[in-house]
């Protein structure tokens, strides 16, 4: 299994809701990663877990909160969004410490903040 | 300071010609990959390619291989035979040693470059 699956695949949601995204992946990574691509842009790192703590946050609103409950599942709960939070988030997982190891992406969630 | 470059925002190509994607980068860590990672409309980045700085030899992955030139910091994707499915956007990504956090490492994205296959 090569997979990393990403819950929901597309999000609308109110500047007031609360909402969460949700990865998985069973490849035994213990690297995962939040990415956000605006549209026609790179991904932008968001945030990076490693054995399930955060190690790196890239100065991210606390609007987005990461969460790592086990070694396959990675969550991005968000509140109080803004409109031009809207992009398509990734999910990625990578073998820890190995340089020469390419990460796995999942296939997005696209969120609209209306 | 960007680290990844890819000067063509577009490409066109005819269906079964060979392609050549740009990609320069810049770092001081002598310890680095680079990586090449294609992205089609659905949105899943598919990793295509990966090239270490202290790789003797360019890549290659099938029909795709990279031409690894350390000394001018290129490191450019090449496709060979392209097929109407290569059309996506495709980008070049650097992961340096030095960024290393408790073994998590940071993958630095180019710009990309939209590549478009005419039948």
């Known amino acids: 299994d090569t997979e990393v699956t990403q819950t929901p695949k597309h999000l609308v949601m109110g500047m007031t809701n609360k909402k969460s995204l949700k990865c998985e992946q069973h490849m035994g990574h213990r690297a995962m990663y939040w990415y956000k691509q605006k549209a026609k842009k790179p991904p932008e790192l968001m945030f990076v877990y490693s054995y399930e703590k955060l190690s790196i946050n890239e100065s991210v609103p606390s609007r987005f909160s990461p969460e790592c409950p086990n070694s396959s599942l990675l969550n991005l709960h968000l509140h109080a969004l803004q409109p031009e939070d809207s992009a398509l988030y990734l999910c990625a997982s990578s073998l820890e410490g190995q340089q020469n190891t390419e990460a796995f992406f999942g296939q997005g969630t696209r969120l609209t903040v209306v | 300071a960007q680290k990844i470059t890819q000067t063509q925002p577009g490409m066109f190509v005819q269906e079964k010609e060979a392609v050549t994607l740009d990609c320069t980068y810049d770092t001081s860590d002598p310890s680095y990959g680079l990586f090449w990672y294609k992205q089609p409309s659905s949105g899943e980045m598919i990793f295509l390619i990966y090239q270490g700085s202290y790789d003797q030899q360019n890549a290659t992955e099938g029909r795709y291989s990279l031409n690894f030139q350390k000394a001018r910091k290129s490191a450019n994707l090449v496709i060979s035979a392209s097929q109407l499915g290569d059309s996506a956007m495709y980008f070049c990504?650097?992961?340096?040693?030095?960024?290393?956090?408790?073994?998590?490492?940071?993958?630095?994205f180019g710009q990309g470059t939209r590549l478009t296959i005419n039948p």
């Open positions: 990504a650097m992961r340096e040693a030095g960024l290393r956090i408790q073994g998590a490492q940071k993958l630095v």
